[in-house]
Structures are given as C-alpha cells and as structure tokens.
C-alpha cells in the first residue's frame, strides 16, 4: 500500500511539473499529525532538509533554470529560506515558484515570500514569520520576549538610583537581557529579507500592511494571513483554480495519508525519488 501511494504522489508532481511549465519539482511536506500530537517537531532545518533537498535535485535533473516547491510546513530554522533560496540560484534555478498546499506557517512562511511566485489554494494560509528565540528549555517567540523586556524597561525609575540597577540586573540573571538582544538580532534579520526580497515587488501600501501582520504587531501575529489577502498584498501570489488546484490537493491528502501510516514526520520528494524523515520512537528506561 505504502509504494502504491509513492508511485501516486510521484505520478501527480510529474503532471504539475509539466502543468506549470516548470524544469524540475519537488515537495517538502510536513506531517499535521505528528505537529498536533507533538509528537516530534517537523521544523524544517537548514542544516538537514535543504542538503536531502539538493540531493534530489542532482539525481533528478541535469539542469533547471525553472523551479516548482510544493511546500506544506509549520516551521523553519531562522536561516532556512534564505540559505535555501540562495542554493537554489548557485544550482542554477532563475525562476523558483512556490505551491502552498496547506499551511507555510511561522518561519516557513518566508520560503513563499522569497519565491519568483507563490500558488495558493484557496484555503492556503501563511506566517506570521515573526523568528524564535531557542534556549535550553522553552523555545520563545522573539516578538513576544522583546515586548515583554521592553515593557519592563520602560516602567523602570529614570533615575539612576531608585532601584533601577535592581531591575537590570535582574534581567541580566534571568537570561532576558540576552534573549532581548537576540530577538532584536532576529527580527531585524526577518525585516530585511523582507526588504531585499518583497519591498520593490508591490505598493507602499500593501508592504506596510504585510510588515505589521507579519511581523510587528504582537496582538495579531498568531493570526496567519489567508490566500485571499496574499493574493491583493503581492502582485505575484496566485490562487490556484481547475486542474492545478485538483491535483495540488490530491497530493497533499495522498502524502499526509502515506506518513500517517508510516509514522513519518517528513517527506522530501521528486518525480522518481522520496526521502522521508522517520518520527522517532520513544526508549522507555525503567
């Protein structure tokens, strides 16, 4: 059963490859069930995806100037999609187009953003991209710490005195001084990707709006934006109709069925190949 689902997800990337006009495709696909359950985290890393993805690439394809990515994920290291955009140019790809399938969440939420051009089903839904903040216990969003340190900061006495040393040094002791510092590092990091990549690419208008509800406003930034408003932000994102959406579903419901049967946490795939990253399984000690 399990190589019948291969042979039919691989089957529907070859007909949207040759739907979309593209060189060369591939599929990242993360498992909704294994995220949910939290069971193991399917967060894409730079460090691992983007080298199994460039695998498959040069086994399939000799060149490709026109890249398609099926991507469906709940989030990505820091670096990921620019490491992987600038990879994808020193392979050879100058037009390199993302497919939504469901969900491009979080961080991944910049691998579409930093694309020549984003298809979305109609129920696609992106970010919010605001960066996390990874210590050695409770990952922390990077928005959310740099509000809460600057809120702090604020309420302190302007006087030098007056308790005011107290409160930085406790901030200092707990660790926030640095992860204050580390957010502001990262969401400066995030604003200028979207700068260089997004900026010139629709109005003043529309970017100042994605900026916010991306980016910068707390209050919002657990609502991800949907396919109908990317659409009227960015000038080259594209809800998907007819055919092209049929089989773009079909792919995502043939790949989340296949790695719920096989407890995978993530598939990597092409027309002719498929790396799948195994959830792992529990050593109980007694």
């Known amino acids: 059963m399990s190589y019948g689902f291969t042979e039919r997800r691989r089957n529907i990337l070859e007909s949207l490859r040759a739907r979309l006009g593209a060189d060369c495709i591939a599929s990242i696909v993360a498992n909704p069930y294994a995220e949910t359950q939290q069971q193991f985290s399917t967060t894409l890393q730079h460090v691992r995806d983007i080298p199994l993805l460039f695998n498959l690439l040069h ?23 620019e490491h992987l955009v600038r990879r994808l140019k020193s392979f050879g790809v100058n037009a390199f ?22 298809y979305l089903l109609p129920w696609s839904v992106l ?9 050695n216990t409770n990952v922390k969003e990077a928005l959310i710490v740099k509000e809460a340190v600057e809120q702090t900061m604020a309420s ?3 006087e030098a005195g007056s308790g005011k040393g107290q409160v930085l040094y406790a ?14 590092k990262y969401i400066r990091y995030v604003e200028r990707l ?4 997004v900026k010139e690419r629709t109005s003043e208008e529309k970017f100042s709006e994605l900026i916010q509800r991306m980016l910068m406003e707390p209050s919002i930034h657990d609502q991800p934006i949907t396919a109908k408003d990317l659409n ?9 109709e007819g055919t092209t959406k049929m089989l773009l579903s079909e792919y995502f419901i043939v790949a989340v069925e296949s790695m719920h049967r096989n407890n995978y946490a993530l598939i990597l795939e092409s027309p002719q190949h498929t790396y799948s ?8 000690t007694y």
């Open 59 to 81: 086994r399939e394809y000799k060149t490709c100037n026109e890249m398609v990515l099926l991507l469906n994920s709940y989030n990505a290291s820091v670096q990921f999609a």
């Open 97 to 118: 187009y993302v497919s939504v399938l469901d969900s491009a969440l979080s961080l991944s939420g910049l691998v579409p953003l930093l694309s020549d051009k984003i």
């Open 127 to 135: 970010g919010t991209i605001d960066p996390y903040i990874p210590p």
């Open 156 to 158: 302190m006495p302007k």
């Open 171 to 184: 901030l200092s002791v707990s660790g926030s001084l640095y992860e204050y510092v580390a957010s502001e």
């Open 194 to 197: 979207l700068y260089d990549f």
């Open 232 to 240: 009227e932000m960015l000038p080259y994102a594209q809800v998907v």
């Open 277 to 284: 990253v195994p959830i792992p399984t529990p050593v109980y």
